[in-house]
């Protein structure tokens, strides 16, 4: 069906949003207006038109017409296409904003004519003027997202862009800025990247705002903290998205730490005689804290040099005997040797003179605060007339069991239980110990006391029951981790008979015992190529042997160094996966700390240990050792980019994060 122009007409003036044709030869004036215009701005046709006069430059707010001239006299030029928004005043004095879209054209006849269309963008722009009144009165940061898996920002104003120090960007690199608009994620640190994720969960299936505090990345490595609330809105498209308002409170979360530090450090201030600062960064150590008549008093706030303080304070103090013992403790924090992944703070004993000349005897501790920053705290050891007299009574029978562990290369432990299942430890080399779950400092109350059994072997890995088949039937086996070798160990119990006398106490000798049964994934294989599946379940396997990982956490762990690509690993951040509802504190390290030295030790069994670099407690997967199905994918290869097909790591829920980036570039 063909359009007459009279039809051509109606659709110009009805049915195209303002629009209007100018003669742009001189007088400029319009030359034909639509009722649609008309009826946009409230006036007639014949009080827009005229031959001489352009009426509608008399429509254009008084602030915006120098720019309205410009851009009509820009489209005079040349044929083009241009666009400008500006301000209209309707007849009966409100005022509207238009998007002018403008095309000019030559005629056959040489005259240049000008096409133009508006649009109505009133509601956009006081929508952007009231975020602007939000950000000159209340600085907030302003975001809109998608409610994708993976979601992208659609809107940040220049708050959140101050915030997250967005370098201004150079021909040549890199529009941080645009990245981070691909993925909100990126501007999460990782280990809140799961509760974060949770969080937009809970407020998309609510429907209801969730307002606290998040730890926001910068662009520049640092941490920006923040408070805000994120909701779900649907936008003028009907399509729904994300909103969140962040105020920062960087500094006031700063002051927090600080009072929060200051109190900390009252406490060990009540319990240790003297505190160092050790800045490894800055390579200074000072005294924070030590008594009135301390030597270090004069010193006290002064940054010194680590090597210089260490001399002087080591050779003339410390006791000859304990001189390279110590030395080799400050050597190794030095080093950043000292600290054992997820361990208990590294602690050493010595003999050293006080400062009134008499030699006593002093507990150190290293207290980690950051990566650069740790607290060395001493204090000297008091000694109770009651321990001393229990240790002269036990030196006799001490000596004999240290005579007895010389027949044993690991260690040995003995206890009495009494007839009423009281248990009193005798003595016990520290790495049996560890066995029961205590440490050596821990151990030596219990000497002084009698404890329920059920009380003594709760902390030990082994159930009660074990043990207390180990009292009926006189000897047991127990398999435990050994932290000191971090390996897996057995351990010997041998029970005494029980007397006739129901009052006579019963002794228990455990020793260490070496493993010399056949193990066939010692052996070296063969084929010790290391394959990883990550598309579907996640399975690793070495050579065609799938490894039969014993600790589902384990595997886990080894699941997520992967998901990382080579990245190192915190303790913190491994807990915020592994345990996603619970925070990193004392038990939460336990556990992780059993967790890794699991996965160590399985990889050492099938002889693939090196696939796993650790630094400080933190971990990664070195890739260079691997075949993996995502790295092969990434790698952008022909021959890999049917791997993926839509599914990675399906045991694992926080595996959702890189789906969702590599469904994005599946699209």
Avoid at 1 to 10: A, L, R, V, Y
Avoid at 190 to 213: H, Q, T
Avoid at 337 to 356: G, M, V
Avoid at 401 to 424: C, N, P, R, T
Wanted: with cysteine.
């Amino acid at each position: 069906m063909s359009n007459t122009p009279k039809n051509m007409e109606d659709i110009l003036s009805r049915q195209i949003s303002g629009f209007h044709q100018y003669i742009l030869n001189d007088p400029i004036h319009l030359e034909y207006v639509s009722q649609n215009l008309c009826d946009m701005v409230e006036y007639e046709e014949q009080e827009l038109l005229h031959d001489s006069k352009d009426l509608y430059m008399l429509l254009v707010h008084h602030a915006d017409r120098e720019k309205y001239a410009q851009f009509i006299c820009n489209l005079s030029k040349q044929e083009q296409t241009l666009k400008a928004e500006y301000r209209l005043i309707k007849k009966n004095g409100t005022v509207i904003c238009v998007r002018d879209t403008a095309t000019s054209k030559k005629l056959e006849d040489g005259t240049l004519v000008c096409y133009s269309v508006l649009a109505d963008i009133t509601d956009i722009k006081n929508e952007n003027n009231n975020l602007q009144f939000l950000n000159e009165t209340i600085p907030c940061g302003f975001l809109k997202y998608t409610c994708e898996k993976q979601p992208k920002i659609t809107y940040i104003n220049q708050t959140m862009i101050d915030l997250l120090r967005f370098p201004t960007v150079r021909e040549g690199e890199l529009d941080y800025l645009e990245l981070y608009k691909r993925n909100i994620f990126l501007m999460i640190p990782m280990e809140e990247r799961r509760r974060f994720s949770k969080y937009l969960n809970r407020v998309y299936s609510a429907d209801a705002p969730i307002a606290g505090e998040m730890t926001l990345l910068r662009c520049d490595g640092t941490r920006a903290y923040v408070f805000g609330w994120v909701t779900k809105t649907v936008n003028k498209e009907g399509i729904e998205e994300f909103q969140s308002v962040c105020m920062d409170v960087t500094a006031q979360h700063q002051v927090r730490k600080a009072a929060e530090t200051k109190r900390y450090m009252k406490a060990l201030t009540d319990v240790y005689d003297k505190i160092f600062e050790f800045n490894l960064d800055a390579n200074t150590v000072k005294c924070l804290h030590c008594n009135d008549g301390s030597s270090f008093k004069l010193f006290e706030d002064i940054p010194m040099q680590i090597d210089e303080a260490l001399d002087k304070w080591i050779l003339s103090a410390v006791e000859p005997d304990d001189r390279e013992n110590i030395r080799g403790f400050f050597r190794d924090f030095c080093q950043k040797k000292l600290y054992e992944p997820d361990a208990k703070p590294p602690q050493i004993t010595y003999t050293a003179r006080s400062s009134d000349g008499a030699l006593k005897q002093y507990s150190g501790i290293f207290i980690k605060v950051d990566e650069s920053i740790s607290y060395y705290c001493c204090r000297h050891i008091q000694e109770t007339g009651k321990e001393s007299i229990l240790r002269t009574e036990n030196d006799e029978l001490k000596q004999k069991m240290q005579d007895l562990v010389k027949q044993f290369s690991d260690g040995i432990a003995a206890f009495e239980i009494s007839a009423e299942g009281l248990v009193k430890p005798l003595y016990a080399s520290e790495n049996v110990c560890e066995f029961f779950g205590y440490t050596k400092k821990e151990w030596i109350p219990l000497t002084e006391k009698y404890t329920p059994i059920e009380n003594f072997v709760a902390y030990s890995e082994a159930a009660y029951e074990d043990f207390a088949k180990l009292l009926r039937t006189g000897e047991a086996e127990f398999t435990y981790f050994d932290y000191s070798t971090e390996t897996e160990r057995k351990i010997k119990a041998i029970c005494s008979q029980k007397e006739p006398n129901s009052h006579s106490p019963r002794y228990v000798m455990l020793y260490l015992v070496e493993d010399t049964e056949e193990d066939e994934n010692k052996k070296l294989l063969e084929n010790r190529t290391v394959s990883i599946r990550t598309f579907g379940y996640f399975d690793v396997f070495v050579g065609d042997r799938p490894i039969a990982f014993r600790n589902k956490k384990s595997k886990e762990l080894f699941a997520l160094l992967v998901d990382r690509k080579g990245g190192y690993v915190t303790s913190e951040e491994a807990i915020s996966f592994l345990w996603e509802d619970e925070p990193a504190n004392t038990v939460t390290l336990s556990r992780y700390r059993k967790v890794a030295l699991r996965l160590k030790n399985t990889l050492e069994e099938y002889g693939i240990s090196d696939v796993i670099e650790s630094v400080d407690g933190k971990r990664r997967i070195v890739m260079e050792r691997v075949q993996c199905d995502l790295y092969q994918y990434l790698s952008g290869k022909e021959e890999y980019s049917q791997l993926f097909k839509g599914s990675y790591l399906t045991n694992y829920s926080w595996g959702e994060t890189t789906l969702g980036e590599l469904s994005t570039n599946l699209e």
